[in-house]
């Protein structure tokens, strides 16, 4: 089990750039894809990014595309979402996730294992 606790959420206003990290411990980093979900209240987790074991290889939502990066850090068992040109409609609970399938075919929630508590990102217009 890996343990994922992330930070760096807030409030922001749109067009207003942030970067979220998520720290790991517990076991083995870097054999995991790596993602990170938001919610937004009254809806369901979705996916926003994933990074492969390597770092060398995304996978982005087409809402974040172009906006977000992701990537990892295995040496400081770290994975970071950078967030620029933010909007309203990112305003969400941001959490981290650990899974053992590949890049490329996790993207649901139930498909990660590991999970941190999160940290809410609001944006204002």
């Known amino acids: 089990q890996l343990r994922l606790v992330e930070s760096g959420g807030g409030l922001l206003q749109a067009g207003d750039s942030l970067r979220l990290t998520c720290v790991a411990s517990?076991?083995?980093?870097?054999?995991?894809?790596m993602a990170w979900f938001r919610q937004a209240p009254g809806e369901d987790r979705q996916f926003v990014a994933a990074?492969?074991?390597?770092?060398?290889?995304?996978e982005y939502d087409d809402a974040v595309e172009g906006r977000f990066t992701i990537s990892r850090d295995n040496a400081k068992n770290t994975v970071y979402l950078q967030m620029i040109n933010l909007k309203p409609e990112d305003t969400a609970v941001y959490y981290c996730?650990?899974?053992?399938?590949?890049?490329?075919?996790?993207?649901?929630?139930?498909?990660?294992?590991?999970w941190g508590q999160g940290t809410q990102v609001t944006v204002s217009s």
């Open positions: 990074v492969n074991y390597g770092g060398g290889r995304t």
């Open positions: 996730a650990a899974s053992p399938l590949i890049l490329g075919v996790a993207t649901r929630p139930s498909q990660y294992n590991d």
């Open positions: 517990g076991r083995t980093f870097s054999s995991n894809t």
